[in-house]
């Protein structure tokens, strides 16, 4: 028996070595092949809803993807106009803004400072200067990571193209392809690895298509009480900050540090309306925090923030843009083969 449960694992060790190895050996080419995937993932409970009330499989996967291509295409020429104007005027505004900042604010730093010795001030001078450009150089290799990895093989034309009939015939043969896995399953082991699996499934689905709606209507509240507030280029922020939200912690600290710096330069020292910028990202994260996540994402996905941060930076570190893909999925199935050895641990005489 411990012969065949050690040749067992020898087996798996052995198919998981070679699919982390396909994935970095083929890592340039695999980007338009998972986004389809994951688009697919996360429209297959719809097709499935109309497969249930009589439309064939591959009618409801067309009918489901036309849609989506068509609210996420609606989407961008909407908003792509606004933000491409804001960014450029943005750019043509940073000389102002900072010197602006230059004659508010540096005297009152110099006066901070002047409470400190010389000493003190140099070492303070030089951790800022070491800080800032470690963090720099963090931000700039994470986008070289994203943009290499993401375009260097594959271009924006194919992967528009590639994407969507991904999408499509995964789709289509979902219920083929989830037989076929079945299938391959070892019986001694079928319900255990069967049960593992719907328990990623859920931790997938769960914070999937919750963050999406969470990114959704965070984006929609920053942008519109940024723009409220009558804070310039705020729709803009907003709407970056909301897509930053499928990062934890991320989104709302880039929202509200970017909002922040430009309401002190655009408000001259008026306390009261920057105090209600800064006011409406503490009601978004009131709102993520206690409505949003628990009602779209919930307590059952398992997936603590700080893992998650973890996994998407080392999908950006590794593989650029294609481990953004696949960062959460590999930390759901992480967390749940964890969850599993820990109870199989707790359950052994080893431990008791």
């Known amino acids: 028996m411990t012969t065949t449960n050690n040749h067992a694992l020898r087996f798996w060790l052995l198919i998981l070595a070679a699919t982390a190895a396909a994935l970095w050996l083929f890592r340039p ?47 961008i020429l909407l ?24 004659e508010h604010y540096l005297p009152w730093a110099e006066d901070w400072l002047a409470r400190f010795t010389p ?32 375009f260097a093989l594959v271009d924006a034309v194919a992967l528009s193209i590639l994407t969507p009939v991904t999408a499509f015939h995964v789709l289509k043969d979902w219920k083929k392809l989830t037989k076929v896995i079945d299938q391959i399953i070892p019986r001694s082991h079928y319900a255990v690895i069967r049960e593992q699996m719907a328990e990623i499934d859920q931790t997938l689905s769960g914070f999937m298509r919750g963050q999406a709606l969470v990114c959704v209507i965070l984006g929609v509240i920053y942008s519109t009480g940024l723009a409220l507030n009558g804070l310039k280029y705020g729709a803009t922020v907003g709407i970056i900050a909301g897509v930053l939200t499928i ?67 080392s999908g950006i570190k590794l593989m650029g843009f294609t481990g953004v893909l696949i960062a959460v999925p ?22 008791k």
């Open 247 to 313: 990062i934890p912690y991320v989104g709302t600290v880039f929202g509200w540090a970017t909002s922040f710096i430009l309401a002190c330069v655009q408000f001259d020292g008026d306390w009261l309306r920057i105090g209600s910028v800064v006011a409406v990202f503490a009601v978004g994260h009131f709102f993520e925090a206690y409505i949003l996540t628990p009602r779209f994402v919930g307590n059952r996905v398992g997936l603590h923030p700080v893992w998650i941060l973890f996994a998407l930076i």
């Open 29 to 75: 080419v695999l980007l338009p092949f998972l986004a389809g995937l994951a688009i697919a993932y996360f429209l297959e409970p719809a097709v499935t809803a109309l497969e249930k009330r009589n439309v064939r499989r591959w009618m409801g996967a067309l009918i489901v993807l036309s849609g989506f291509l068509f609210v996420v295409v609606s989407i």
């Open 119 to 150: 000493e003190d001030v140099e070492k303070i001078r030089d951790a800022a200067a070491q800080s800032s450009g470690e963090a720099m150089g963090w931000v700039s290799q994470a986008v070289k990571n994203i943009v290499s990895g993401g």
């Open 79 to 102: 908003i792509w106009p606004v933000v491409n104007h804001q960014l450029g005027a943005l750019i043509n505004s940073l000389p102002e803004y900072i010197a602006k900042l230059r």
């Open 330 to 351: 590999t930390a759901a199935v992480i967390g749940v083969l964890v969850r599993f050895g820990v109870r199989q641990y707790k359950a052994s005489s080893m431990y």
